[in-house]
């Protein structure tokens, strides 16, 4: 089912608006140059977002894609199931988006694709002459496109700092922090455990330097995505110890910034010597070393 959620309560159907064409799992720094475009419109601008469907991992879930678009200005998505899409034709696609609004103006990248086996482009979109459409060439960066493939490469790799350059902004996760074993309240260490979603890209299993916000104040922390080999489990936990936090966190929704890789995840010989360590990645995080 077709979903449309609005930001910014402008949008209304039957007048005009721009929209911006493409997947979107996120916005890249490639992205956000079609939505500096689609403003010079002064009309609410919507974007279109594929959901499920598709085998390979969105950088982003739902619910934090919402969190980018609001933040960037745009006024509503249009959430596309991709089963429900994967087999219209080209003009069967493009009619349902005139059908459910009122675009004066299609925004899109030069390398968009769209219809049953991507075989719509934007040409075909100006052939139907039915909207104004807007192309935009790609961007790139030291000579290569700046694309979701190529950040999700960082990110397998622990580079987190390279994809925040191409993203334009820090690699996020959200979540609720839910009930664990409580072992790091026992080192000193008492973590926020969040899911990391089944849906989302996962990145470099290993030990971060990450921030989150929390009342207002922003906590220097670190992450630890994977096992926690040293106590025999295998599940994959992403556990996030706030540096000068007090209070209980348990149902509170955090979001957390990766900033940068800091080591491979580690079987200590005992506890004592996962907390030596632990007390060592804070050290860095508060130097930056």
């Given at each position: 089912?077709l979903?449309t959620v609005d930001?910014?309560?402008q949008l209304?159907k039957?007048v005009?608006c721009v929209?911006?064409?493409?997947?979107?799992?996120?916005?890249?720094?490639?992205?956000?140059?079609?939505?500096?475009?689609?403003?010079?419109?002064?009309?609410?601008?919507g974007?279109m977002?594929?959901?499920?469907?598709?085998?390979?991992?969105?950088?982003?879930t739902l619910?934090?894609r919402?969190?980018?678009?609001?933040?960037?200005?745009?006024?509503?998505?249009?959430?596309?199931?991709f089963?429900?899409?994967?087999?219209?034709?080209?003009?069967?696609?493009s009619?349902?988006l005139?059908r459910?609004?009122?675009?004066?103006?299609f925004?899109c990248?030069?390398?968009f694709?769209?219809?049953?086996?991507?075989?719509?482009?934007?040409?075909?979109?100006?052939?139907?002459?039915?909207?104004r459409?807007?192309?935009?060439?790609l961007?790139?960066?030291?000579g290569?496109?700046?694309s979701?493939?190529k950040?999700?490469t960082?990110?397998?790799a622990?580079e987190v700092e390279?994809a925040?350059?191409l993203?334009g902004?820090?690699?996020f996760?959200?979540?609720?922090?839910i009930?664990?074993?409580g072992?790091?309240?026992?080192l000193?260490?008492p973590?926020?455990?969040?899911?990391?979603?089944?849906?989302k890209?996962p990145i470099?299993?290993?030990v971060?330097?990450?921030?989150?916000?929390?009342?207002?104040?922003?906590?220097?922390?670190i992450t630890?995505f994977?096992n926690r080999p040293?106590f025999g489990?295998d599940t994959?936990?992403t556990e996030?110890?706030l540096?000068?936090?007090?209070?209980d966190l348990y149902?509170?929704?955090?979001?957390?910034?990766?900033?940068?890789y800091?080591?491979?995840?580690q079987?200590f010989?005992?506890a004592?010597?996962?907390?030596?360590?632990?007390?060592?990645?804070?050290?860095?995080?508060?130097?930056?070393d």
């Open positions: 089912m979903k930001f910014s309560g209304h039957n005009g929209m911006l064409l493409g997947g979107f799992d996120g916005l890249h720094a490639g992205h956000k140059t079609l939505v500096e475009r689609a403003k010079g419109f002064g009309l609410p601008i974007i977002t594929i959901v499920g469907g598709k085998e390979e991992k969105g950088l982003f619910k934090e919402e969190e980018i678009f609001k933040r960037v200005g745009l006024d509503f998505a249009l959430e596309l199931p089963l429900e899409i994967k087999d219209l034709s080209p003009q069967e696609f009619a349902l005139t459910e609004f009122h675009p004066i103006a925004v990248g030069d390398d694709r769209f219809g049953k086996n991507a075989c719509g482009t934007p040409q075909t979109l100006k052939e139907a002459g039915q909207v459409v807007e192309v935009e060439k961007v790139t960066k030291n290569e496109k700046i979701s493939s950040i999700k960082y990110l397998a622990g390279k925040h350059e993203l902004e820090e690699f996760l959200i979540g609720t922090v009930k664990d074993r072992v790091g309240r026992t000193g260490f973590t926020a455990n969040v899911a990391y979603p089944k849906e890209y470099k299993r290993g971060y330097e990450t921030r989150v916000w929390v009342d207002g104040k922003e906590y220097k922390a630890n994977g040293t489990s994959i936990v996030t110890y540096d000068g936090f007090e209070g149902g509170r929704e955090l979001k957390i910034r990766f900033q940068r800091l080591r491979d995840i079987k010989e005992n004592e010597a996962l907390k030596t360590q632990l007390q060592e990645d804070i050290r860095r995080v508060r130097k930056y």
